[in-house]
């Protein structure tokens, strides 16, 4: 019944008829309600209404009437639905959609509590509806193509695109905007009055925003406002601005200037740090240029680059250089330096290429450029004494058989505190897979003789040692030793008595030069001289191994009924033999003394990147011995049947060796390592012990006397130490990362603290972000705040020389935790028991303060002294609206 008399409403709104009787006939009443509780579908377009033809006949001739069509009323369909009633008044031209209402037309999309469209003029009206309660819901949602609108009420014209808005909330990217009155002229643009934007999460009570009277708004382009005042907590801030240009942007990034920040130090003076601009050059890869300025004179330059490819490539690039001047010229703390770093980091996507392989993890720069930066706050790793870099290349040929592989790789290790650089540059590596010669491709290898199998490997090398001052100067070059060393090893393993595994090795190694020494005594100068020769040489050497070991299970069970049930013992002992003829013939001699008499031998190949022949055999028995103890225990849930188990040493090993050629001190000291772990493998503890068989002299000396022959124990212990290290936290076992430390070589956790890039503070200390606003606090008394902890101890014992002492004891606590939902605090400390000190502290704070976030760094004493203080907003858009203040004592 419903449908019928809303068809005829419809055709009583939409068709003019010819006759008035006939309209009057089946249209009874002016004004319909219909209850509506689903989707209406109605067809705007109907068919166009004629007038009937009139026809006469005057002087033989016809005359008829054109034909009048009427115009459209609208373009297209309208769908719309309600939950309570859809009314239509055909008087007014309108219809009216309550509760829940949703209306559809070309790009439109409109949801409110009530719609009243006026099909004649092409307007719609949306507001707002009050519940039982007497409160305001159901506010209007109009959502044009992307841009998204939710006002108290609008109104929007179909045909023009104009509209009127009340109080209008919508995003741009990280902008939420609100308007007492907005004007749509266009798609494109929009008037905004009494307008107030912010990037807090509640825009009808942001903690901050930015107030004005002026806006013109075109979304996805630009925000442009006349006097604009910044409001904290509501309350209006001095921070005026005569007028402000935002530009907005649905691309990822775009270009623009980098503010810089404000600081002052006692040594260089007043400062600008970290200005620049950023060039956001594609999709693919950016740059970002920072200066820093000193009134004394100092400045700096960096360059960071970040790009992806991706499934293919990504990376980044970091190039820093600091010109540094301490104090004024003409005092005597004064001092000019020049430091730099380079850091790169290159990752391919395992499915670009399957057969090939390209990586880079590079850092390299001056010695002190960790310790005499004025722009990161670097102590973890300025208490790293290395600096390491590789980049490699690698491809493996399946077309070949055997299969083969190649790289070039380029390395580079740099000790910062010798200042000395070991660099290649590069080496070349190619081997061929193993090949067993008497052995089916598909069949089993087993035995002897079908175990044979060989490899080929080639190894060269053009390798430079030089120091921080000549880096890459032509001394370095100069000094660079080439290299190759070309390797064939011929194995077999097997089994022997069924319980005991063996194998035995030839290896057969050339070793290519093209650069030696000579050495000859000259008389005018009384010296023994060492000149270098250029040219080809080789020498070739080859050796034997040996080695048989077993395995042995031990079980002690002590009944199921016992916590412990049983323990498990496993012991893998093994003896190995290796052999090294003597290549004396690569030896030649040197006099010492003008008269010739004294004769020293020496090989042309001494100090090669291979090293050189020796001169006499190696003939070596090793013996090795490792232990696992595991234990079966009852488990503490009674539901599970299975015991539990418990890991007690995850290793035991002795080592040791015996020369056989060797007429004294013939056995090696005893080795004995191990380590285990506790609490749900939380605490992790490693233990190791050096015990010399032999006693010594009273200079210290070894002699060959057993230690017990002497008047003393068994062994005697020279060296021992113990490193133990503990993690948990709130959420179990998560590894922590610091980053920006990792990223200069340091350490992954923070123990020596949390490494601070002042280029890109706006980073949590932390190395997380809690979600804006998010509220972690269950119950007063028993609330959910993370928090994390990582314990380290080392304790280092040295007997080499009869001083029985404790060389290092020291012990390191690094502590983080959520203090409130919005407070987080943490720590890094540790006591050196041999000196007697506190080694390396530092306090962090970090406040939440939802759309902002401050914090702040301590570093209280030691050469590294600094404080440092941030506080700006965390969205990107905004981040240069922020305040910091440090201090650092260099």
Same mark, same amino acid.
């Given at each position: ?502 194998? %035995? *090795?030839? =290896? ?6 093209? #650069? $030696?020494?000579?050495? !000859?005594?000259? @008389?005018?100068?009384? +010296? ?87 001169? %006499? *055999?190696? =003939? ?6 490792? #232990? $696992?103890?595991?234990? !079966?225990?009852? @488990?503490?849930?009674? +539901? ?88 948990? *936290? ?161």
């Amino acid at each position: 019944m419903h449908t019928n008399l809303f068809n005829i409403v419809l055709l009583s709104i939409f068709l003019t008829l010819g006759s008035s009787n006939l309209y009057s006939q089946d249209i009874k009443k002016k004004q319909t309600t219909i209850p509506s509780n689903k989707q209406v579908v109605t067809p705007i377009t109907v068919k166009d209404s004629m007038k009937n033809p009139i026809a006469s006949t005057q002087n033989d001739t016809v005359r008829l009437d054109t034909i009048k069509v009427k115009k459209k009323i609208l373009d297209g369909k309208v769908k719309y639905k309600s939950v309570d009633y859809a009314k239509i008044d055909q008087k007014k031209k309108l219809i009216t959609l309550y509760d829940k209402a949703e209306l559809y037309y070309q790009d439109v999309e409109l949801k409110s509590g009530i719609i009243v469209m006026d099909y004649e003029k092409n307007e719609v009206y949306a507001g707002r509806i009050k519940d039982s309660l007497g409160n305001y819901t159901q506010y209007p949602n109009f959502k044009q193509g992307a841009n998204v609108v939710e006002p108290d009420s609008i109104r929007f014209n179909f045909k023009t695109k104009k509209a009127l808005i009340w109080n209008s909330r919508s995003e741009q990217g990280d902008f939420k905007i609100k308007a007492a009155i907005t004007k749509k002229e266009n798609d494109s643009v929009y008037f905004l009055k009494g307008a107030r934007f912010t990037t807090a999460k509640d825009i009808d009570n942001p903690e901050y925003y930015f107030t004005t009277n002026k806006v013109k708004f075109v979304p996805g382009k630009k925000i442009v406002t006349g006097v604009t005042n910044m409001v904290i907590e509501g309350v209006p801030t001095p921070l005026f601005l005569p007028f402000a240009y935002f530009p907005l942007s649905k691309e990822t990034s775009t270009s623009g200037i980098i503010l810089p920040s404000y600081n002052d130090s006692n040594n260089r003076g007043f400062s600008l740090q970290n200005g620049g601009y950023y060039f956001a050059m594609s999709d693919h890869y950016n740059l970002t240029v920072l200066g820093d300025y000193y009134t004394n004179g100092s400045y700096g330059l960096g360059f960071q680059s970040s790009y992806a490819n991706r499934y293919h490539y990504q990376g980044n690039v970091n190039i820093r250089f600091e010109n540094n001047i301490t104090s004024e010229r003409g005092y005597p703390d004064y001092s000019k330096t020049k430091i730099y770093n380079i850091q790169w980091s290159h990752s391919q996507d395992s499915k670009a290429n399957p057969n090939s392989t390209f990586s880079a993890s590079v850092n390299l720069g001056s010695s002190e450029y960790f310790k005499q930066t004025v722009n990161q706050v670097n102590v973890g790793s300025s208490l790293n004494n290395t600096l390491s870099s590789s980049i490699s290349y690698s491809r493996t040929f399946n077309s070949m058989v055997p299969q083969s592989r190649l790289s070039l790789t380029a390395t580079h290790s740099q000790n910062t505190q010798t200042q000395v650089i070991n660099m290649t540059l590069p080496t070349l590596q190619f081997s061929l897979d193993r090949m067993y010669p008497f052995a089916m491709n598909d069949g089993a290898k087993k035995g002897f003789f079908k175990n044979i199998n060989l490899q080929y490997n080639l190894n060269g090398k053009n390798s430079f040692v030089t120091t921080d001052s000549l880096f890459f100067k032509p001394e370095m070059f100069r000094d660079a030793e080439i290299g190759f060393q070309q390797t064939i090893p011929l194995s077999t393993n097997f089994k022997i008595f069924k319980y005991f595994s063996a194998s %035995t *090795s030839v =290896n057969y190694d050339e070793v290519w030069y093209f #650069n $030696t020494i000579n050495k !000859k005594y000259n @008389d005018q100068t009384n +010296t023994v001289v060492t000149t270098d020769v250029k040219g080809f040489e080789a020498f070739r050497t080859y050796s034997t191994n040996t080695s048989i070991g077993t395995t042995i299970y031990g079980t002690f069970k002590f009944g199921d009924d016992k916590k412990i049930q049983a323990i498990r013992h496993v012991m893998r002992p093994a003896i190995s033999h290796s052999y090294t003829p003597s290549f004396e013939k690569y030896y030649d001699t040197y006099a010492t003394d003008a008269s010739g008499s004294m004769l020293k031998e020496y090989t042309r190949f001494e100090g090669g990147i291979y090293g050189s022949p020796g001169v %006499t *055999s190696s =003939n070596f028995v090793g013996f090795n011995l490792s #232990n $696992t103890f595991e234990a !079966k225990v009852k @488990d503490k849930d009674s +539901t599970k049947t299975e015991a539990k188990k418990i890991m007690l040493l995850n290793n035991l090993n002795l080592q040791t060796s015996y020369n056989i050629n060797a007429t004294s001190l013939a056995w090696s000291p005893v080795r004995v390592s191990g380590g285990t772990q506790f609490f749900d493998n939380k605490l992790s503890a490693n233990f190791g012990a050096t015990l010399d068989p032999y006693a010594i002299d009273n200079s210290g000396n070894r002699i060959n006397t057993f230690n017990i022959n002497n008047g003393g124990s068994l062994f005697r212990m020279t060296s021992a130490n113990l490193t133990m290290n503990y993690s948990l *936290s709130s959420d179990g076992l998560k590894e922590k990362k610091n980053t920006q430390s990792q990223r200069n070589g340091g350490r992954s956790d923070d123990l020596f603290g949390s490494d601070i890039d002042l280029a890109n503070v706006k980073k949590s200390q932390f190395d997380k972000e809690d979600e804006e606003g998010e509220d972690k606090v269950t119950e007063f008394f028993r609330s959910k705040l993370p928090w994390d902890m990582t314990f380290a101890y080392s304790l280092t014992y040295g007997n080499n020389n009869r001083e029985n002492k404790i060389i290092g004891n020291s012990i390191m606590i690094s502590a983080n935790a959520d203090l409130t939902p919005k407070w987080k605090a943490g720590i890094s400390t540790g006591y050196d028991f041999v000196q007697n000190g506190v080694t390396f502290t530092q306090l962090r704070f970090e406040r939440d303060l939802m759309s902002w976030r401050m914090d702040f760094n301590w570093t209280p004493f030691g050469t590294n002294a600094s404080w440092n203080f941030y506080i700006g907003i965390k969205s990107g858009v905004l981040s240069d609206i922020k305040w910091e203040k440090r201090n650092l004592t260099n």
